[in-house]
């Protein structure tokens, strides 16, 4: 199958195709993949481990992606010199095309010089044009879209132009460049080529009722929002916890740092409140209320591509008494994230294969802003998912059976 990766020079995206190719040549395991796991038994007979990969990109556009992933490894050094060496002819035939920051923010213009349409006077019809040939030309329905660009601001929202498809291609055919951003022209071009989408980032993405409704009627299966791999990912799995017991959460610190292009370009305010907002929503989805939060995020560039998260819970227990949890994560961010990259890949053909399409809500294992449902809890997303695959391709008349209901 085929993966058009949008911002595919990313530490990300340039990780998760060294990997999908040293799995291929059997260089490494297949350690880290959610879809190999034996309750999802059966899938490489319909999206086996074997990926064609492109994409587009804002910058280095004339190099491939060996040259990124090069660039990106000599500041982290976040896996064996020996596995890229061992893939580097295939990286090396992979060149992306040029794509867009329309609307990205501060964080992302602060990642250097940039080489997308918009600065060329585009238009917006005209740049979705380009970005549905791209994408169908490679991809041929033979395969997905993700979106592991950098983090946009949080979208301009206009019920004139998101609400309805109607409204969001008059938004296009007049060029309101004020209320679209790059990632909603992504998954437009995406969904209207009838290919799936998979949004890994807490930008708009594919979210807006516009879109939703692109989506179902072109028959295309979709999720999202923002990859669950670290800090949030230990929150979700520990929060139930107290509920589990009954002990009420009085308050919960998480302080986030990190480095790298993501910590550039979390810096500015802009890029990163729905960042925060992503991470910081999981509490009340969980419990029902608000506890007192702080969430911070901030640049530490020494780091790179190390996430580490402090955090701090406040609890109350029997006869009133007030206790405290602490636990730090210390992870690499493109090591967690890659191979859920090739996951929601595999699931999503899988969906399109099998005639799902619309929201595919039961993928929210995978997200920390899951559309269409509130449960974030780990334990609950991992046993929908199961569930899901298992019922995969039942006629639609029949009743899932066993699936766990929506709700908080």
């Known amino acids: ?25 059997s260089i490494v395991d297949s350690n880290g993949l959610v879809s190999e796991l034996p309750e999802f038994d059966g899938i490489e007979k319909i999206a086996p481990p074997e990926f064609d990969f492109s994409g587009h990109e804002i910058r280095w556009i004339n190099e491939d992606a060996y040259d990124a992933a090069l660039k990106h490894w000599n500041l982290n050094k976040h896996y064996d010199y020996e596995i890229l060496k061992g893939v580097k002819d295939d990286l090396k035939e992979i060149i992306p095309k040029k794509g867009t920051a329309l609307n990205c923010g501060p964080g992302v213009e602060s990642l250097g010089e940039l080489s997308a349409f918009e600065k060329e006077g585009y238009t917006l019809r005209e740049i979705v044009d380009i970005l549905r040939d791209d994408i169908s030309e490679f991809v041929k329905n033979d395969g997905v879209v993700i979106n592991v660009a950098s ?11 998101h609400d309805t498809l109607e409204g969001f291609e008059t938004m296009l055919d007049d060029n309101i460049t004020d209320h679209a951003n790059a990632s909603m022209l992504y998954a437009y071009a995406a969904l209207k080529e009838g290919i799936p989408y998979g949004n890994f980032t807490p930008s708009v993405g594919s979210s807006i009722p516009a879109l939703k409704e692109l989506a179902i009627k072109n028959r295309v299966p979709h ?27 009085e308050g919960w610190m998480s302080y986030n740092i990190l480095g790298d292009d993501d910590g550039k370009v979390l810096a500015h305010a802009e890029n990163k409140e729905s960042k925060v907002i992503s991470k910081d929503s999981v509490l009340e989805k969980t419990y029902g209320y608000s506890p007192y939060s702080i969430c911070e995020i901030r640049m530490f560039p020494s780091l790179v591509d190390n996430k580490i998260a402090f955090d701090f819970v406040h609890f109350r227990g ?44 039961e993928m929210g294992f995978f997200f920390k802003s899951p559309m269409d449902t509130d449960i974030v809890n780990t334990h609950r997303q991992f046993e929908i998912l199961k569930e899901w695959y298992k019922n995969l391709g039942r006629p639609k008349g029949l009743p899932k059976k066993g699936i766990l209901t929506l709700g908080t």
Not at 151 to 161: A, C, I, L, R
Not at 228 to 236: A, D, I, Q, S
Not at 330 to 347: E, K, N, Q, S, T
Request: net charge positive.
């Open 151 to 161: 983090t946009e601001p949080v979208v301009n929202f206009s019920k004139d132009y």
């Open 318 to 361: 029997f006869l009133g008494s007030k206790m405290k949890f602490y636990f730090i994560w210390d992870g690499i961010d493109a090591i967690l994230a890659a191979p859920l990259i090739l996951d929601i890949a595999r699931f999503l053909y899988t969906a399109k294969k099998r005639g799902e399409y619309g929201v595919i809500r």
């Open 223 to 249: 999720a999202g929002n923002d990859g669950k791999t670290g800090e949030t990912l230990v929150k979700t799995t520990i929060a139930p916890m107290f509920l589990y017991r009954n002990m009420t959460v």
């Open 1 to 25: 199958m085929k993966i058009w990766l949008l911002g595919m020079h990313g530490v990300v995206a340039t990780t998760a195709m060294v990997g999908a190719k040293a799995l291929e040549k």
